[in-house]
């Protein structure tokens, strides 16, 4: 074997055995980056909750919502409830809303998102487990499916 050959195959063994692992890397980097997209773009939608122009831009035209009281909601209907301030009743303290337990599985352009949503008002707190699904169309992310389902208060145990 002439030392071009020996210099070949050193050079197609190399590339050729770290490619797999530079593929995997890329891939968990691209991961990483979609997760973390996501969970910005849900921080920031929750923080912005009661802001129309923030709920354009977090549901995508057409989105599969059903609400907690297992209704069905269009886009345009959440928007529009937005809109006229459906969140927040006249004398009710300011809503805020937090993101916790957050499990996110990335696959490609799609990232499914389960969490548990802290929704606060005055005194009051409300908890929802959460399950959204966001896609990358564009470039940009947005919920394409959402399921949230209130989670029973505990009630203390019965006395004896």
Same mark, same amino acid.
């Given at each position: 074997?002439?030392?071009?050959?020996?210099?070949?195959?050193?050079?197609?063994?190399?590339?050729?055995?770290?490619?797999?692992?530079?593929?995997?890397?890329?891939?968990?980097?691209?991961?990483?980056?979609?997760?973390?997209?996501?969970?910005?773009?849900?921080?920031?939608?929750?923080?912005?909750?009661?802001?129309? /122009?923030?709920?354009?831009?977090?549901?995508?035209?057409?989105?599969?919502?059903?609400?907690?009281?297992?209704?069905?909601?269009?886009?345009?209907?959440?928007?529009?409830?937005?809109?006229?301030?459906?969140?927040?009743?006249?004398?009710?303290?300011?809503?805020?809303?937090?993101?916790?337990?957050?499990?996110?599985?990335?696959?490609?352009?799609?990232?499914?998102?389960?969490?548990?949503?802290?929704?606060?008002?005055?005194?009051?707190?409300?908890?929802?487990?959460?399950?959204?699904?966001?896609?990358?169309?564009?470039?940009?992310?947005?919920?394409? /499916?959402?399921? /949230?389902?209130?989670?029973?208060?505990?009630?203390?145990?019965?006395?004896?």
């Amino acid at each position: 074997m002439t030392i071009t050959s020996k210099i070949l195959l050193f050079v197609v063994l190399m590339f050729g055995t770290s490619s797999p692992a530079w593929a995997q890397t890329t891939k968990q980097k691209s991961n990483a980056t979609a997760e973390q997209q996501v969970i910005t773009l849900l921080r920031e939608f929750l923080s912005k909750v009661a802001d129309p /122009a923030m709920h354009e831009r977090f549901w995508a035209d057409d989105v599969v919502y059903t609400g907690s009281n297992g209704k069905f909601r269009s886009k345009a209907e959440i928007v529009k409830n937005v809109r006229e301030g459906g969140l927040k009743k006249p004398g009710d303290p300011e809503p805020t809303y937090g993101a916790e337990d957050i499990t996110t599985h990335v696959y490609g352009d799609t990232v499914v998102v389960a969490f548990r949503l802290v929704h606060h008002a005055g005194e009051i707190v409300t908890n929802y487990r959460n399950t959204g699904t966001f896609l990358r169309r564009n470039g940009q992310w947005q919920v394409v /499916a959402w399921q /949230a389902t209130k989670v029973p208060e505990e009630t203390p145990p019965a006395e004896k």
